[in-house]
């Protein structure tokens, strides 16, 4: 598979990267054969995070058994130096190494955060601390809004920069204009995450194409299984660009999808009622573009708690990073769902 310098951290990455999110809803035998299948592959970048729930360890318990040729980026959702510091010692114990090759604050999305990150005794601080003890190389950011990278990656404090880059954001938030130019000029490693826009995307191998075709260093699906790992190392064993035909029907698959969905990141969670939102939303998607309406409606029927439970609380699209209306959403699809 082809290899592309990640910035300046000088790791010679795997075009296509792993995303850590959906082995956290695997067993764990799955999982590991998920992980094990990527390295046979010949994938070398595996991207997790703190939040991830068990992804980490998972990771980790295959790596365990022999240091694969692979570098390991993780995040922290902690704002402060001593939270970051902590993470830090979690994640190694998790991933059963002595030292992270990037470490990367996770989801930046206001300036608010981006401040606190970088003030004296911020994440950042605690970050470079952990650099200096050699427990992580390089230090990097992610979030969902170009222009907060943008201000972040300027300040020369960061080695990578990760940023949702597909055929739908690309109409949406733009990071080719802006950010990916920039990151190229400041030699920040660009990896781009949700090449299929969440899920939402259908055909896999032409969404990951089109990421591809973008100034990016290193794309990461998410791996949920060791077919996934095969479709997604094929592509990049074997890279070519959309044609103008395939690019003409991408583009009207990702109009048909709009504005208003939900890319699957599950950062609207935990709900104070336990409504599994990204999962309601997923079921929509079946219901309107899978012809699954019947399977969708009896898979609603088994969840726990429904959306007619919503408290319209608020909370949930407060961490949206999408600014969805959640709270509407919800209300159209247990109409649709229900039958109602």
Same mark, same amino acid.
């Given at each position: 598979m082809e290899k592309r310098r990640l910035g300046r951290t000088g790791l010679e990455v795997t075009q296509i990267g792993f995303g850590g999110i959906p082995i956290d809803?695997?067993?764990?035998?799955?999982?590991?054969?998920?992980?094990?299948r990527a390295i046979d592959l010949g994938i070398n970048f595996f991207d997790t995070a703190r939040a991830y729930g068990t992804s980490e360890e998972k990771i980790g318990s295959v790596l365990s058994r022999g240091r694969h040729s692979v570098y390991l980026a993780t995040k922290t959702y902690q704002r402060d130096r001593s939270g970051a510091l902590s993470d830090i010692e979690r994640s190694l114990k998790n991933l059963r190494v002595k030292k992270i090759d990037l470490y990367q604050i996770h989801q930046v999305d206001q300036e608010e955060a981006l401040e606190r990150v970088l003030a004296p005794g911020g994440a950042l601080a605690g970050m470079k601390e952990a650099r200096e003890a050699r427990k992580i190389d390089w230090i990097g950011i992610t979030g969902h809004r170009p222009d907060i990278l943008c201000k972040a990656i300027e300040t020369g404090e960061f080695d990578t920069v990760q940023v949702p880059v597909n055929i739908v954001d690309h109409y949406i938030f733009e990071p080719e204009k802006a950010l990916l130019p920039l990151a190229r000029r400041l030699n920040v490693g660009i990896i781009a995450m949700k090449p299929l826009a969440g899920g939402m995307l259908k055909e896999a191998s032409r969404a990951l194409r089109f990421t591809l075709a973008q100034e990016v260093d290193v794309v990461i699906p998410g791996l949920g299984s060791p077919a996934e790992a095969e479709e997604a190392a094929a592509v990049g064993s074997a890279y070519r660009p959309l044609s103008p035909s395939e690019m003409r029907r991408f583009l009207a698959e990702? *109009?048909?999808? #709009?504005?208003?969905?939900?890319?699957?990141c599950g950062y609207c969670q935990p709900c104070r009622v336990g409504i599994d939102i990204p999962?309601?939303?997923?079921?929509?998607?079946?219901?309107?573009?899978?012809?699954?309406a019947q399977w969708a409606k009896e898979q609603y029927h088994s969840l726990k708690a429904k959306a007619a439970q919503c408290e319209q609380c608020g909370e949930c699209e407060s961490r949206c990073p999408y600014q969805l209306t959640i709270i509407?959403?919800?209300?159209?699809?247990?109409? *649709?769902?229900? #039958?109602?």
């Open positions: 809803k695997k067993s764990r035998g799955e999982a590991e054969r998920t992980v094990q990702a *109009k048909e999808l #709009g504005r208003e969905f939900c890319r699957q999962s309601i939303f997923r079921l929509e998607g079946y219901f309107d573009r899978y012809d699954a509407e959403k919800l209300k159209k699809a247990e109409r *649709k769902l229900t #039958g109602g």
